[in-house]
Structures are given as C-alpha cells and as structure tokens.
C-alpha cells in the first residue's frame, strides 16, 4: 500500500485497542481530514480478527450516504420527478428509479478497498451493501448458499439453517443495511463485534429508519433480552453457533473470547454533545482527539482568500485557474444548479487550455465513476463540484480547492478544504469573497484556530483582458441553457405522454 509508518491517528488506537488498551474502552476518534482515520480502524479490527475460527459476520462500519439529500432536498429527479431526498430516503423507490440508479457512494468503496487491501492476507473477506447493485447481486455476495443437488427434495427450514455469512467485515449504508436486518435470510448481526460509525456527525443527524437503535438492539449485551429481540426481526440462521457478550461494565475480560460490542466512531469535525453521543451507547468512552478545538485543519493547509465583486467571480475563477496550470483542482459551488451552470461556462472560455469537468449529484452514476476515474489519472484537472462530494473522497495529487461559493459553516469549510493536503502533503483552498463577507469569513476561521488567511491577488489587467472573453462565453452560455430547457421540455412531454398511455392500459385491465 506504500505505508512505511502509521499516522498519529493510527498509532492512537492502535495502542487503545491491539496495543495496551485492549478494546477495553469504547473510542471516540476527532481527526483532520486525511490523517488515515480510514486505516486506524481498519488494522486493529483486521488484526483482531485473523484469528478466528468460523466465519460470520463480526464487523460492521456504517457510513452515510452522500450529503445529496442535505444539499439537492428541494430538487427533482430528472427521470422520474420525485424529490430526489424521497429517494434517498426511501431505498425501493431509489431502486424503481432505475435511470437514476445508485446515488453517490464516493468513500464506501474506498473504505472497503482499505480493508480488502488487508483483510485477504489472513483470510478474511470483506462486503459492501451501499445500493451500489441490486439487492439480488448483493445478497448473493454476503450470504453462502448450501449446495443443492438436483432432484432431492430439501426442507425450507434446513436450507435456511444452512445460510451463512460470505463475509467477515460489512461496509454498509444505513438504508442497505435495514433493508438486509429485515429482509435477508441468513443476514444477522448476532456476531458482530465491532460497529464503526464513520461521519459520526453526519450519520447522527439523520435516523435513516431507526438504524442505530436496531442495531444497538440485536447486539445488546444482556443475553436474554438480546436473543428474543433479534428472533422477532429474523431467524437465527447459525444454529447451534451462538455468540455469548459479557456484559460493557463487566471488569477483567481482558484476554477472554467472549466479547461485547466495540465501538468506534469517527469524523473530522466529531460532536461531543453528550446528548448525541449518548444515542450510541458508548462504554466507557475515551475521547482521542488531535488538539484542543472541535475543528482542526490539515496541518500543511494553506487558506487564502480572494476578494471581488460577486459579478466578477467567474472572471477571478479563470485567472486563478490559469495560474494554476495543470494542478488538480477542485472548485465547490453552492448547488448542483450553479455546478452545472459555472463548468459550462468555464468550457466556453477559450483562454483555458485545461480539462474541466462537472461532478455533481444530479448526475449519473456512471458518468461519475468515469470522471473520477479521469481525474485520478490526470486526464481531467478541474472538477467543479457540489458539496455532495465533500466527505470522504480521497484523489491522489489534489493541490487545490477553490470555494467559489463561499462555505456556510466551518464544517462544511473543514470537509471541503479536506479533499486537498492530505496524507501530509501540502495543499491550498482559496476561498472567493465579497469584501462584505471578509469578516464574516474571518469568525468562520478563527473556529478552526486559524489566524492566518492572506489575500491572494490577482493583477486588474489580467481581469481586464479577459472581459472580452467573457462577454462571449456568457453568451455561448445563454444558448447552452436555453436548448437544455428545450431539451427537458420535450423529454417531459414525451415522458408525460407515455405516462397516459400506461394509465389508460391499466384502466383497461
Ligand atoms: N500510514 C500512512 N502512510 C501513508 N499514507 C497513508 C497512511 N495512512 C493513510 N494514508 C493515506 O492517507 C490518505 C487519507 O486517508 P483516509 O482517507 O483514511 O483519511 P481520513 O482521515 O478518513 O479523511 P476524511 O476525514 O477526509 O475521510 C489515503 O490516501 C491513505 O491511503
């Protein structure tokens, strides 16, 4: 994987869990973006778990789906014109809606690659269940199926006494992962040792179908209690298998093979409200944390502000983009509507001999991938993009985020600046401001203990010379615009005709 030594991070709970701490606390973990939080987890569960005898599912890390619903709640999908956040929120309808098929999943397969980099070497297998595929494909990886042999006639109830887990290690959404608790024979976290919550923040700001309480229910420690909840959501599909916790407060389990529940949640911006945290049941709870502050920037971040009037922000864009040639960037705007909108605009400008491209949510998920995959490979330098990214992803070589949209909150300043100087590395977040905004922008900052934001300054006879570009790019935009809205009214129409004709068929029926 490239790793000659662990990060601080990694060394952190590495000590508290395989190290002298024994798993003995559950961990609170408030990292910068970037510092390999990722890994930190990943190794000591791994660790832990090479050296079991049967398998079955015993780690599960739960990530959110993307901040979509937070950012696009009022949008419609395009295909199907339902509220995109009815989508997320609602799996089955996510899934009918097959032109809009899965959302964005940026840092979930980048988890699992994390744990598939390392699982495999001591023979364990690792899952997804993000909606990524259907139901059917997923299910079909997570659970094994005896052999059946053709002719012989076998009772429903041994096949199903016979299912069990393909995997050691789930990386699921929270959607996914009821709809397998409710509805997957064979799927069961009567094992389960470990519950990662990544995103913490984000994960419990949404209830997502009551995950958490289900989850904490059919793990609970108290034998009796556990047992017969989890028979009235699913059938125990291990027979005599049966995983035995010890009570959280129980002293001296050191070294012991009985287990309860270990947590571990992360995020770059962790809450430590009690009142939140105390959804999560924690034992014990030790809070590993890099400073003093709740926010932490990446330490090699470099902040600047630019400051112009808001009409000249595009103008500002292209010179600052032109300056910085052919490093990868990354330009966030406020809304998929303005992401769209401004990467179109940047293609019109003729001056910029680099590749950009739009990375929003309203896209599909293939072209996504393809985007990505072109940005990680340097054939694309800027993607304009949407807060719905700013969690999680991690591209190699990224030296720049620009906030053309000015952040609302530290947070969203936090995750955004994250995608850049990472692992370490150096790397830059200019930030577009109104002079009114200036001060504003300077409380925001000080939030992250961050003093230091110089003024990054560009010559007025570069923005000069560039008006006339613009004059011309803007128009070419005006057209762009005005044959999309075309183009959408006439798919609405005809959508909107076909959508008669089914409803007369079934009248017929
Ligand atoms: N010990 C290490 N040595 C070198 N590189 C590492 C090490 N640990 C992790 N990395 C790399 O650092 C990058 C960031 O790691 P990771 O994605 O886990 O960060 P994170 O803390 O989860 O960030 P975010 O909060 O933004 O999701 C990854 O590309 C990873 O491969």
Avoid at 193 to 198: I, N
Avoid at 234 to 250: M, N
Avoid at 291 to 301: A, D, H, N
Wanted: hydrophobic share 40%; net charge positive.
């Amino acid at each position: 994987m490239g790793i000659s030594s662990l990060f601080p991070v990694q060394v952190a709970v590495w000590q508290e869990t395989i190290g002298p701490g024994l798993f003995e606390r559950d961990l609170c973990i408030n990292s910068p973006t970037g510092s390999g939080k990722t890994l930190s987890y990943a190794l000591p569960i791994v660790q832990t778990l090479s050296n079991r005898a049967v398998r079955c599912l015993r780690a599960l890390v739960v990530l959110p789906t993307r901040d979509l619903a937070l950012q696009v709640n009022s949008a419609r999908c395009k295909y199907c014109c339902k509220n995109i956040f009815g989508l997320i929120a609602d799996h089955s309808i996510a899934e009918m809606c097959v032109q809009f098929d899965s959302l964005l999943f940026i840092s979930l397969p980048q988890v699992k690659d994390v744990f598939a980099a390392i699982a495999p070497a001591v023979g364990l297998s690792v899952g997804l269940a993000v909606g990524q595929s259907s139901i059917a494909d997923e299910i079909s990886e997570l659970i094994k199926r005896p052999k059946l042999e053709a002719g012989i006639c076998y009772d429903p109830e041994d096949v199903l006494q016979e299912l069990q887990s393909a995997v050691d290690i789930l990386v699921a959404t929270p959607g996914r992962l009821m709809d397998h608790i409710n509805a997957t024979r064979g799927f069961t976290l009567e094992h389960l040792c470990y519950l990662v919550v990544d995103e913490t923040d984000r994960l419990l700001r949404e209830a997502y179908q009551a995950w958490l309480p289900t989850v904490l229910q059919l793990t609970r420690s108290d034998n009796e209690n556990r047992f017969s909840d989890a028979s009235t959501f699913l059938p125990s599909a291990f027979g005599s298998l049966k995983t035995i916790r010890r009570c959280g407060v129980e002293r001296g389990f050191k070294d012991k093979p009985y287990p309860r529940l270990v947590k571990m949640v992360l995020s770059a911006t962790l809450t430590q409200d009690p009142n939140k945290l105390a959804q999560l049941d924690l034992h014990h709870p030790l809070f590993l944390t890099t400073g003093e502050t709740r926010y932490k920037l990446p330490e090699r971040l470099e902040s600047y502000k630019l400051i112009c009037e808001s009409k000249l922000k595009p103008l500002y864009l292209v010179a600052l983009l032109q300056s910085l040639g052919e490093e990868k960037c990354i330009v966030f705007t406020s809304s998929v509507e303005s992401t769209h909108r401004l990467c179109t605009l940047l293609n019109h400008f003729g001056e910029l001999r680099i590749k950009i491209k739009e990375y929003s949510g309203l896209q599909r998920q293939s072209v996504r991938s393809k985007t990505l995959k072109a940005f990680r490979e340097g054939k694309i330098q800027v993607l304009v993009s949407s807060d719905a990214m700013t969690r999680g992803m991690d591209v190699e070589g990224v030296n720049n985020v620009v906030n053309y949209d000015k952040p609302a909150y530290i947070k969203t300043y936090i995750h955004r600046a994250g995608r850049t100087a990472r692992a370490g590395q150096l790397g830059r977040c200019f930030t577009l401001l109104h002079k009114d905004e200036v001060k504003r922008f300077k409380k925001l900052l000080q939030k992250a203990d961050n003093d230091s934001c110089p003024i990054h300054s560009i010559p007025s006879s570069l923005i000069e010379s560039l008006r006339p570009v613009y004059k011309s790019a803007l128009d070419k935009l005006k057209e762009t615009v005005e044959s999309e809205a075309h183009r959408k009214h006439t798919i609405g129409f005809k959508l909107s005709r076909m959508g008669k004709g089914r409803v007369t068929g079934r009248a017929k029926q």
